[in-house]
């Protein structure tokens, strides 16, 4: 079944335990990574609903590293799509499978509500002859608190004069995270839905704000036949800087700390882009966490996790704003909707939010712009 639910990944691993010593969730708890591949290598898993097999943020870190380049994140998305085939699941999930098939979000929200963040932006449908689509990603859209991402981003491209608008009602999650947990059927319905959405309005260039939605336009819509020219909103706003459509102009004098997201950098080898973008800035002082690019530590939220529990001493995002504080840091920038929600709420719980801001990178730009 393991097989058969895309897990081939699973006869190239040889049992060297790479991937258990690097992965960000041992630094909190234990988690055997290898154990589990080795009892999916058996047959022998026979509980899709155990923790560990729903623990998995996809980060990619194991990957990286892996001597035999095992595709194992494939390895947890077939382990997973045998629970969701028996309808096993943690039960935080199935609301969320639920509103994503019925409403197009995992939020539990309707469609109609995809405009509400737009009052008063005097924002247009996408037409055939623009130059962008922004895409903002379920979570700024429906999340009071992720909203100020998309906001920022419209301003920022108001300023710089760009000719772009919005699908609104007609677009729906781009699937990245239920396509990790294992609902490839859920995840082929959401794709092809926005690519022929995307295609009859004659769309070309898309902008997003998520490295998630980014990576799933990128590297999985052409599976389906798509090929759109898609950009994170870090190496866009930086393509208009260096245009000279925008420019930032007032002094920032704060010490900033950038976390990489693991689906911009691990996933897609971008790490320039968004400090180029802050050492722009005039003033401002970007200084490094303890691990950052390639061995960034995860904020916990890909794979799904984003729509499970984790309890607080098990919060990889609380380490991080350790080692933005370590790092003196009065700022702790960042460039994903899921980073935002994770790190707001270890700010807020750890007794932190007089010592450390949670900005996104374009709210930042928007101030000084």
């Known amino acids: 079944m393991f097989l058969e639910?895309?897990?081939?990944?699973?006869?190239?691993?040889?049992?060297?335990?790479?991937?258990?010593?690097?992965?960000?969730?041992?630094?909190?708890?234990?988690?055997?990574?290898?154990?589990?591949?080795?009892?999916?290598?058996?047959?022998?898993?026979?509980?899709?609903?155990?923790?560990?097999?729903?623990?998995?943020?996809?980060?990619?870190?194991?990957?990286?590293?892996?001597?035999?380049?095992?595709?194992?994140?494939?390895?947890?998305?077939?382990?997973?799509?045998?629970?969701?085939?028996?309808?096993?699941?943690?039960?935080?999930?199935?609301?969320?499978?639920?509103?994503?098939?019925?409403?197009?979000?995992p939020w539990g929200d309707t469609r109609e509500n995809r405009l509400a963040w737009t009052k008063g932006l005097d924002l247009k449908p996408f037409e055939k002859g623009m130059e962008v689509l922004y895409f903002p990603c379920c979570t700024p859209i429906y999340d009071q608190k992720a909203r100020r991402i998309a906001l920022a981003t419209v301003s920022l491209l108001n300023k710089a004069g760009v000719s772009f608008g919005i699908m609104g009602t007609e677009e729906s999650c781009c699937g990245e995270s239920v396509r990790k947990l294992g609902n490839e059927d859920l995840f082929q319905e959401l794709a092809q839905s926005n690519i022929d959405s995307f295609m009859s309005k004659g769309v070309k260039k898309i902008v997003v704000s998520s490295p998630h939605c980014f990576h799933t336009f990128k590297n999985e819509y052409t599976e389906l036949g798509a090929n759109f020219e898609v950009l994170h909103i870090t190496q866009f706003i930086l393509q208009l800087i260096e245009q000279g459509k925008l420019k930032p102009e007032k002094a920032y004098p704060k010490k900033v700390a950038y976390h990489d997201p693991c689906y911009l950098g691990r996933h897609n080898n971008i790490y320039d882009e968004p400090r180029k973008l802050l050492t722009s800035i005039p003033e401002l002082e970007l200084v490094e966490l303890a691990d950052n690019r390639e061995d960034a530590v995860c904020c916990g939220g890909g794979g799904g996790r984003i729509w499970m529990e984790t309890k607080k001493e098990e919060r990889l995002s609380n380490l991080r704003v350790d080692q933005a504080l370590e790092a003196e840091a009065q700022v702790l920038a960042l460039s994903c909707p899921y980073c935002m929600l994770n790190f707001d709420d270890s700010v807020l719980n750890m007794g932190k939010s007089d010592l450390l801001e949670v900005r996104d990178i374009t709210e930042i730009l928007n101030s000084v712009i």
């Open 5 to 105: 639910a895309g897990g081939e990944a699973l006869q190239s691993c040889y049992q060297c335990a790479t991937c258990t010593s690097v992965c960000p969730w041992n630094l909190v708890k234990e988690f055997q990574v290898r154990a589990t591949i080795h009892t999916a290598q058996l047959g022998l898993l026979t509980e899709p609903i155990e923790e560990g097999n729903w623990l998995c943020a996809t980060c990619k870190a194991c990957e990286e590293r892996c001597p035999r380049g095992v595709k194992i994140i494939d390895v947890w998305r077939s382990i997973r799509r045998v629970g969701v085939m028996n309808e096993i699941m943690p039960k935080a999930l199935k609301p969320v499978m639920s509103g994503l098939g019925s409403q197009g979000n």
